[in-house]
């Protein structure tokens, strides 16, 4: 079964193979994306941020507080998904569109279920 | 189909279950990763499953014929009900389709050789089988079978003796096995269609499934954590679900039904699919509204996922919800009624010819319209405060999931039987087994939709006499259609043994599956196929022969 | 399918039909919404009962350490970004340098995991734990803070544990070579899972310890 599972986490990882007859051109998962400084700059602006929503915390901001938290939350992880997840470069639609997918239907979830929340 | 060349002499391997290609014995099945011949474990695991569940709906029709106590306690019922509930739902309906189909039919629908992943396939495999020993150890251990019904609700499964934990980790278990099915039918459709096969020349039954795959890859999840949670909860108690710590019960039904409303659809949608390849072949004629159908299946798989608070109309949900979710569940009628109209249509001056698969898809229309019109009785906020929780959601139920996707695996068991095993049933006695099961089946549920108006509760193992006459017409009705069940798979496992060789192509189908030899071989394709024209373009299909 | 006698290999370029590298990506993309999905339903949870209990849940978050949260951000956006550097490096054939990254992205995990079992143990001490007689005694809103705080900071935990169980199996493998520079998905994917992880830990924080 641990083989079988081995396995099956390999299975996933099929990468292009330069001696295949690459289907859709060659964009490269093998090819890096991004620099070095590119991605040590990511890490700085995220480093910051964190500072930031830290410091942010002992502000009153009231209301306000949860939202702004929230929106740097948001930036960050998106710095995340677009930079060391290399989403910035994918060229599947498919695969460009399933997070913001995805968290679309969260919200309608929480947001429907907010409609019980507050009324009842 | 222009591979039909490739054909010749590609398959000295012979058929997918040949033993001498393959490793022989058990071993050689239990360590394949061939899409065919996990399909076929599939088939055989749910069949046994299905069969178990049968007898323990027989067995409580047995104990409702009369009023008082006739063969078990009512404790007994409760396991029973449970019992029943948590094998249909999790282990026959909820992976039925994809995973037989899904893997057996899917790759050779759209020329591909194999699933996606194939090792995660079998590995997917290996979780579904361990999610359901997980589930039958829950009845024998630790304070016997759970009696919570399938729902699991809180607070009553925080609070239960009995084993609630490990049948809730089970469903996580065959979730997460639901949920790589899902991963490898999507992956499968987007990156192994064979050439020419473009989204719009897609088989709709490969549009069911997918449509199906993004549901359970979406709303999966959802179960997954409410299933840890109740675990969690009840070994140390975190409270989230507890109202004594200040929990919300409410929450846990929104948690569940969050998933378990669109797992309906991850039961019905596939089917649906597999009714849209079925009419077009034996009415010899296009399918009315290719795109509407294909488009009807995302639309439902969207906005069914969007309902699941008309589960919750009587329970305290505010007002202002019910609306909102009854609103959005008429919704779904429309792309409902759109598959079934366009199903007609197509129908519709057609050269029908009369065979098994056909009379499953017709009987399937039948019910479904029926299971769908009493849905929107209880989908209406007013109706359903007196039909709620009554013999007329179970009837409503059954009629959408038994009449539409247990008539629909018949239907698609007895369209892909010559692709399965090289032979063919007995078509007369194929005709009468469909006949008994299809009248068994009115004659048992039908009434429950009267009960259910007259009050009737569900989940009750006693009853008023009043009632008296009707539960027996309807026990009457189970043992005739559970005769009609034995018939049918008798008639199926007879035809796999002795039946007579059956053709390549018997239905005269235009889909790239009829395109290969029957029994299918182990590989598919040496050389993938090229499409060129429709899945229901019959005009062409005689060249084949 | 391993064949015996079957002439044609199962996973020949050609049974592959058109083959494209996108295959194991999507594969893993569709993992990673099932879990952002499964945190998504404790988000959910959470949303109700902070709007719920705001009151509670400003003064239990009060009960955090936020130098502990704010350390374990940054040891683990750190990891994120020598993650991402190793499977760079490995791809542009330095796969000793890809092995160091690897390494102190590992060492990172660990730190995270040390400083959260110091910080669970001070909550235990103080009598901070579900059924503790001391939370059971605070009201309704302390009680779910906390009682969601180890669910998602364990389920958390549990991922973290994964992701570095998969990169040391990277690492190992690049090291006997048979992780190769042309087929380097098995890396990339675990990355993934790791940079989700610290996804999944940028919303934690703020909403557990910044609310005070």
Redesign the interface.
């Known amino acids: 079964m641990s083989k079988l599972t081995r396995q099956a986490i390999e299975e996933l990882n099929a990468c292009d193979d330069p001696d295949l007859d690459v289907h859709g051109g060659t964009h490269g998962i093998c090819h890096p994306h991004g620099s070095i400084r590119l991605f040590v700059g990511i890490w700085a602006a995220l480093i910051a941020f964190t500072f930031l929503t830290v410091a942010m915390a002992s502000w009153e901001l009231g209301a306000l507080s949860i939202v702004a938290v929230l929106a740097i939350a948001a930036t960050k992880s998106t710095l995340v998904f677009l930079g060391f997840m290399h989403l910035w470069w994918e060229d599947k639609l498919v695969i460009k569109i399933l997070i913001p997918v995805v968290l679309v239907l969260l919200a309608i979830f929480i947001g429907l279920t907010y409609t019980d929340i507050l009324y009842r | 189909m222009a591979e039909t060349a490739a054909h010749a002499g590609a398959y ?2 012979g058929p997918y279950f040949n033993p ?4 022989p014995g058990p071993a050689g099945w239990l360590t ?3 899409h065919k011949r996990i399909g076929v474990m599939y088939l055989s695991l749910i069949a046994t499953f299905f069969s178990v569940a049968v007898i323990l709906g027989l067995l409580m029709r047995i104990e409702l014929m009369y009023p008082g106590q006739q063969i078990m306690s009512a404790k007994v019922f409760n396991a029973m009900f449970t019992l029943h509930g948590v094998i249909q739902i999790f282990l026959v309906v909820i992976p039925g389709i994809p995973t037989i189909f899904g893997n057996f039919s899917l790759p050779t629908l759209i ?4 699933m ?5 396939n ?2 997917t495999f ?1 979780l579904f089988v361990a999610g359901a020993a997980l589930a039958i150890g829950s009845c024998f251990t630790g304070g016997g079978a759970p009696d919570t019904g399938w729902t699991f609700y809180v607070p009553f499964s925080l609070k239960t003796a009995v084993n609630v934990p490990l049948a809730t980790f089970a469903v996580f278990v065959l979730g997460m096995s639901s ?1 790589l099915t ?3 039918i ?2 499968t459709v ?6 020419g096969m473009d989204f719009g020349k897609m088989p709709l039954s490969v549009w069911g499934l997918y449509s199906t795959a993004w549901v359970q ?2 709303a ?3 179960i ?3 299933m ?2 109740i675990v ?1 909860e009840r070994i ?5 679900f507890d109202p004594t ?4 019960p ?2 846990y039904q ?2 569940f039904w ?1 998933y378990s409303h669109p797992a309906v659809y991850i039961m019905i949608l596939p089917a649906m699919g597999i009714m849209s390849d079925l009419f077009p072949v034996f009415s010899r004629k296009n399918i009315f509204g290719y795109k509407m159908i294909a488009f009807s299946s995302l639309a439902i798989a969207s906005v069914g ?2 309902v ?2 008309h589960h ?1 109309y009587v329970n ?6 019910g609306i ?2 009854s609103l959005l569940t008429f919704l779904v009628a429309v792309p409902s009624a759109i598959k079934v109209v366009n199903w007609l249509a197509t129908m519709y001056k057609g050269s029908i010819r009369v065979e098994a698969p056909f009379l499953y898809a017709l009987s399937f229309v039948w019910l479904f319209t029926i299971g769908g019109l009493t849905g929107m009785f209880l989908g209406g906020l007013s109706t359903d405060v007196p039909l709620h929780d009554t013999y007329f959601v179970v009837g409503h139920f059954h009629y959408i999931i038994f009449g539409g996707t247990g008539f629909g695996i018949f239907a698609a068991l007895y369209y892909w039987f010559p692709k399965l095993t090289g032979r063919m049933y007995e078509k007369r006695f194929a005709i009468v087994a469909w006949l008994t099961t299809f009248v068994g089946f009115n004659v048992f549920y039908f009434p429950y939709f009267v009960m259910g108006w007259q009050g009737m509760p569900r989940r009750y193992f006693d009853f008023p006499a009043k009632f008296t006459e009707l539960q027996v017409v309807s026990s009457i009705g189970s043992y005739i259609m559970v005769i009609g069940i034995a018939m049918i798979i008798g008639n199926l496992l007879r035809g796999a043994k002795k039946g007579e060789k059956a053709p390549d192509n018997p239905w005269q189908g235009a889909t790239l599956d009829w395109s290969l030899p029957s029994p299918a071989p ?2 598919n394709w ?3 196929p090229t499409v060129t024209r429709g899945p229901y373009e019959f005009n062409h299909s005689e060249d084949d022969k | 399918m391993s064949g015996t006698s079957a002439p044609a290999t199962a996973h020949g370029p050609h049974h592959a039909g058109p083959y494209n590298p996108a295959k194991g990506r999507l594969g893993m993309w569709l993992f990673i919404c099932t879990e952002v999905l499964l945190f998504g339903g404790l988000f959910l949870l959470y949303a109700v009962y902070r709007y719920r209990y705001a009151e509670a849940f400003h003064a239990a978050s009060g009960l955090l350490d936020r130098l502990f949260g704010t350390a374990n951000t940054i040891v683990l956006i750190t990891s994120s970004l020598t993650v991402v550097l190793a499977i760079f490096e490995f791809e542009r054939g330095k796969p000793t340098r890809a092995r160091n990254y690897l390494l102190f992205t590992l060492l990172c995990g660990l730190a995270f995991l040390v400083i959260k079992s110091f910080e669970w143990g001070a909550k235990f001490e103080h009598g901070l734990y579900p059924n503790a007689p001391h939370l059971m005694s605070m009201g309704f809103g302390e009680i779910l803070y906390f009682g969601l705080y180890f669910t998602m900071t364990g389920l958390h935990a549990i991922h973290v544990i994964v992701g570095m169980s998969v990169l040391f199996v990277a690492w190992r493998r690049i090291g006997k070579g048979t992780l190769m520079r042309t087929r380097p998905a098995f890396l990339e994917n675990g990355g993934l899972f790791w940079h989700l992880v610290d996804v999944i830990w940028i919303f934690l924080f703020p909403l557990f310890y910044l609310i005070s």
């Open positions: 000295g391997e001498e290609t393959v490793k394949t990763t061939n020329g591909a050789n194999d996606a992943f194939p090792k995660l079998l590995f290996y949920i899902g991963v490898n999507v992956s987007h990156t192994l269609r064979a050439p890859i979406l999966t999840p959802i997954g954590i409410t840890l949670l969690v140390f108690g975190i409270g989230v710590k200040g929990g919300d409410l929450l929104h948690l969050i996922s969007l699941w608070g919750m305290g949900q505010s007002d202002t919800a909102i979710f182990l590989e040496d050389v993938p």
